[in-house]
């Protein structure tokens, strides 16, 4: 045990690239371990069907996961549909402008057509430079006072004209007296500080105050956005332009939302900020520090709070945001340098409530589902067909490189994917991905999923890999229930689909076949279904499926003998490389043979061959190396080298660093592609592995049968038939072989 947990510093180490200076990682890695103690007992002494999910929390908590996430926000429960809120007597708007004469025209609009209560608004036009801003602010101000424009509710505007430019400070502090004094008159509790880029939706008003009028203490209320720093959807501090339909389509979705328990923010955002007529009362007006704009809300948020206020989520609200309309890009980045400078000189700990709430994100379950809504909208918009949502596994490893480069063509082309993931700290994790990257949210309750995903009713679902599910043998139903309009298909990167038991291995950890139906054979994982319930499940999976997706023959061949009802609808289609692997140069004569097993190592991929296959190498004069991981679990021999991760581009480098001469793929499942095996090809050096599945059927055809091996009934045998073909291939044949496949005759 204590040389496990030693093995798992050193990946804890490498991680965290700090193998340099270990001392200083080890306090982290306690502390981290004692959280993880009831996981670790789960993954040692739990129940069977649930050490695959402990497992893989162990490693989230150690921050070893494949493609570790960090901290994923956890989804708020389901709940009832709230009672639509009851409209505030009025509502009083600040409105700045400073050119931008095509999106003030729209917000104005926009307000003018929206706005289902009674309105004030103060409009300050800031000396635009823009000739036509100020006549037409002066114009349209006429019409709605003299009621010949059309609007939802009675309204009222005051155009201040500032003289000359003061910012976007200093014109609001000037509007913010009028708009108090109007307040005042019409009774609302707060004034609303939009900018002219802002296009609020229809009834705004009534959900934007909402919060106000639930309790005494809220200073500020802010709406989601596209475009509001810790409140834009799809993804947290990043602009996404959309057109209007669409934002109209998020708001429609936001609507029906339950509204939540309130979620409090670090600070309101001003592009749209309903600021309380109470702490108005007591902070009347920004700090003119900020000088024309950036960071003072912040600053009134945080003078605000000081005074007992708090800051919350209009969470059934989403407002479109151009955003930096008045400002030229250079100037807006150096008002955020400066603004930054003076927060940070007031504020210390803001920063660190910023990011805290960046790590919770109280915000993800409407941030997901408008997020789902948009990926829909984003697709449909394009023509593109289904929103492709993916069933996939949280290991890494081919599967999941192949999901990304999918992921990464179908953001390309359509604009939108995705994920449902399994295996991770929580029963099913949720991602939507874009050209932001993505947005992550976790839950325990699949009916949840079911509502976000109703979000995309024209979406199609596609089966990836269900390794590590919390509840694998459920996975089919509910798989069946969380499809679309837009079909079904499934990917077999492994054999689950076939046997509990992923990779095809028995009871004993050893590949014997394709277990039979009537077996009662429960291999690893199968918890309370028989083979032959195993497969009548899945069977209804694979029968409902539109396309199932084999990546070699091999596979083909597997799974028509377990399913031979499907065997004509399963398609061959293998995959291309992730990236091109160039040739590594032919060993000179007299050289050392080195031979390097290739990838990260576990169990099924051959990791208990290794001490025997090293001794019968070493014995011969011949070296071994592994350039990827070795499970920890496995004990080694201690001169055995293990490079640890690594790249793809980097193994030219790695061959002429290790005198690296041949490959060996040492895996003891019948694979249902191998991108090693195929990457260790590409170099041309000689490669060696069982007669098994792809990786067999791949080596034999560019190096013939004598660089396959008979599998054998145990490890000894295995270990044994592989370090023979591999001796007897000598070194001066496969340099012929080499040559001439490369095009070269050696003299």
């Keep these: ?78 709940a009832d549909q709230p009672p639509k809120p009851a409209p505030p007597p009025a509502v009083v708007i600040l409105m700045p402008v400073h050119n931008a004469f095509v999106e003030t025209k729209a917000a104005l609009d926009a ?19 823009e000739a036509s801003v100020r006549p037409y602010l002066r114009v349209w101000s006429q019409q709605v006072n003299l009621g010949r424009a059309k609007s939802l509710a009675s309204g009222r505007v005051t155009l201040l004209e500032n003289p000359r430019n003061l910012g976007f400070v200093g014109a ?37 105050l909402a919060p106000l009028a639930a309790r005494t203490d809220v200073a500020s209320v ?42 409090a923010l670090p600070t309101g955002v001003g592009f749209c900020m309903a600021m309380s007529c109470e702490f108005l009362a007591r902070i009347p007006q920004l700090d003119c520090a900020f000088g024309r704009g950036y960071g003072e809300e912040v600053d009134w948020c945080q003078r605000a709070a000081a005074l007992g206020g708090v800051h919350l989520a209009a969470q059934t609200l989403f407002v479109s945001h151009a955003g930096g309309a008045s400002f030229e890009p250079a100037e807006k980045a150096a008002a955020l340098a400066r603004a930054g400078q003076i927060l940070q000189q007031r504020y210390p700990g803001f920063d660190t409530a910023v990011q805290q709430f960046l790590r919770r994100d109280p915000l993800a379950r409407p941030r997901i589902t408008l997020a789902l809504r948009w990926a829909a909208e984003t697709v449909a918009a394009r023509g593109s067909g289904a929103l492709p949502i993916y069933l996939a596994h949280a290991l890494g490893g081919g599967a999941e ?44 309750d699949l009916r949840l999923i079911r ?53 095809l291995l028995g009871p004993d950890g050893w590949y014997r076949g394709v277990p039979a139906d009537e077996s009662g054979d429960r291999a690893q994982g199968c918890g309370a279904l028989q083979p032959d319930e195993w497969r009548a499940a899945w069977g209804a999976l694979l029968t409902a ?86 499970d920890p679990a496995q004990r080694l021999p201690r001169r055995l080298r293990v490079h640890g991760a690594y790249d793809q581009a980097e193994v030219p480098d790695l061959v002429r660093r290790y005198g690296i001469t041949d490959w060996v793929i040492p895996s003891i499942w019948p694979e249902t592609f191998s991108f090693t095996t195929h990457e260790a090809l590409a170099t041309g050096l000689p490669t060696y592995a069982f007669d098994l599945g ?54």
């Design 172 to 208: 609001v502090n000037r509007g913010l007296r009028a708009a108090r004094r109007q307040a005042q008159v019409l009774r609302s509790p707060a004034v609303v500080l939009l900018n002219s880029d802002a296009l609020m939706p229809r009834g705004w008003a009534s959900r934007l």
């Design 545 to 630: 499926a539109d396309a199932i997706d084999v990546f070699s023959e091999n596979s083909r061949a597997i799974v028509s003998q377990a399913y031979p009802h499907i065997a004509d609808r399963l398609r061959v289609v293998p995959h291309v490389p992730l990236q091109h692997m160039p040739r590594c140069p032919t060993p000179g004569p007299g050289q050392p043979r080195r031979v390097a097993v290739l990838g990260n190592i576990n169990h099924q991929k051959g990791a208990a061959l290794l001490p025997a296959l090293y001794k019968g190498l070493r014995a011969a004069g011949v070296g071994l190396v592994v350039i990827g991981q070795v």
């Design 111 to 129: 307000l003018l057509r929206h706005t289902e209560v009674p309105w004030h608004l103060v409009l300050v036009e800031d000396a635009s430079t």
């Design 451 to 503: 509502r976000l995903l109703a979000e995309a009713p024209n979406r199609r679902l596609i089966y990836s890999c269900g390794v590590g599910a919390a509840d694998v043998a459920a996975l089919p139903r509910a798989l069946l229930s969380l499809r679309g309009a837009g079909g079904l298909g499934v990917l077999i990167h492994d054999y689950l689909p076939l046997s509990p038991s992923y990779t």
């Design 222 to 263: 802010t709406p989601l956005s596209n475009n509001a720093e810790i409140l834009s959807v799809p993804a947290m501090c990043q602009s996404q332009q959309m057109p209007q339909d669409m934002a109209s389509a998020l708001d429609d979705c936001a609507q029906n939302l339950p509204a939540g328990p309130a979620v």
């Design 1 to 78: 045990m204590i040389r496990r947990v030693f093995r798992l510093y050193g990946r804890y180490c490498a991680q965290h690239r700090s193998a340099g200076a270990r001392a200083w990682l080890w306090p982290g890695f306690a502390l981290r371990l004692a959280r993880a103690v009831p996981q670790i007992w789960r993954a040692l002494c739990g129940p069977q069907a649930g050490r695959a999910a402990a497992r893989r929390a162990v490693r989230d908590a150690l921050g070893l996961a494949p493609g570790h996430l960090g901290d994923v926000p956890e989804l708020a429960p389901l």
């Design 401 to 444: 490189m192949d999901l990304q480069r999918r992921i990464g063509q179908h953001v390309a082309q359509n604009g939108a994917a995705v994920v449902v993931r399994v295996g991770t700290a929580r029963a099913w994790q949720i991602e939507v991905h874009g050209a932001f990257g993505a947005c992550r949210a976790a839950t325990d």
């Design 694 to 747: 792809a990786q067999g059927d791949a080596v034999r055809a560019i190096w013939g049968t004598e660089h396959v091996a008979e599998l054998g009934g145990h490890v000894t045998e295995a270990a044994a038939n592989l370090q023979r073909v591999i001796l007897s291939a000598s070194q001066e044949t496969a340099r012929d072989t080499m040559c001439q496949r490369s095009g070269y005759v050696r003299a």
